[in-house]
């Protein structure tokens, strides 16, 4: 099974609206940590958000929050005001285990967002 | 945010020789690098995890002889892909996690192309 699907190939927004790019998350693991990158045409992943499975609050970054429902599995990405340079790839990931271990991050297939003026 | 190299940032080869990739985490120490191959609209997919000092961890169907890594500090990993075949064309991108920590820094990215 998929650890981390991402259902949205592609999505469109107006500049200056909100978006949310969906992800939801399949473990076992009681500890998790989730993680959203964006993948602008030059191919570098920027870090977004980090949501841990135990935080009790929805992470929040600038213009980026994660919408975490715990029993839904479910950590979608909400960019609010959006701008042209949103415009990118959009992973989600996630990381079973301690936060602080060394074990990988599994991606999701990505979210195309082109952000329209 | 911690910043992590990477070198060259795209390369081009004739089939047969072999091409280096360095990583470097510039301003923090990594115990653990990890090495994802991306193809073309496709996502992330992991080759092997580099840990400091000892041999690399590689993922299922990905050859060892083929993509030689060595962690030889807390700041440089390499990536050797060896008799590169066209078919090893792809983008490379490195990972390094400070440790300890959450947070997982990416590369900005390798681009191979195999002639």
């Known amino acids: ?5 991402q259902t949205q190939p592609g999505m469109f927004v ?3 609206e909100a978006v949310t790019l969906d992800c939801t998350y399949d473990t076992s693991d009681p500890s998790y940590g989730l993680f959203w990158y964006k993948q602008p045409s030059s191919g570098e992943m ?3 958000i980090y949501q841990g499975s135990y935080d009790q609050q929805n992470a929040t970054e600038g ?3 994660l919408n975490f429902q715990k029993a839904r599995k479910s950590a979608n990405l909400v960019i609010s005001a959006s701008q042209l340079g949103d415009s990118a790839m959009y992973f989600c990931a996630m990381r079973e285990g301690h936060p602080t271990g060394a074990n990988n991050l599994f991606f999701g297939t990505g979210t195309r967002l082109t952000v329209i003026p | 945010g911690a910043v992590v190299s990477q070198h060259p940032s795209r390369v081009i080869c004739k089939s047969g ?4 990739i360095e990583c470097r985490s510039l301003d923090f120490q990594a115990t653990t690098m990890f090495w994802y191959r991306q193809f073309p609209k496709q996502s992330l997919m992991l080759m092997a995890t580099s840990n400091e000092g000892s041999k690399a961890t590689y993922e299922q169907g990905v050859e ?3 993509f030689l890594i060595n962690h030889a500090s807390l700041t440089l990993s390499t990536l050797t892909v060896t008799s590169a075949h066209p078919e090893d064309s792809s983008f490379y991108i490195c990972s390094a996690r400070e440790v300890p ?3 997982q820094y990416f590369g900005p990215g390798t681009r191979l192309l195999v002639l």
């Open chain 1, 63 to 65: 213009r980026y929050s």
């Open chain 2, 64 to 66: 060892k002889d083929k």
């Open chain 2, 17 to 20: 020789t072999s091409v280096k």
């Open chain 2, 101 to 103: 920590g959450r947070a």
């Open chain 1, 1 to 5: 099974a998929q650890k981390i699907t």
């Open chain 1, 14 to 16: 107006q500049e200056k």
């Open chain 1, 46 to 48: 920027i870090f977004l």
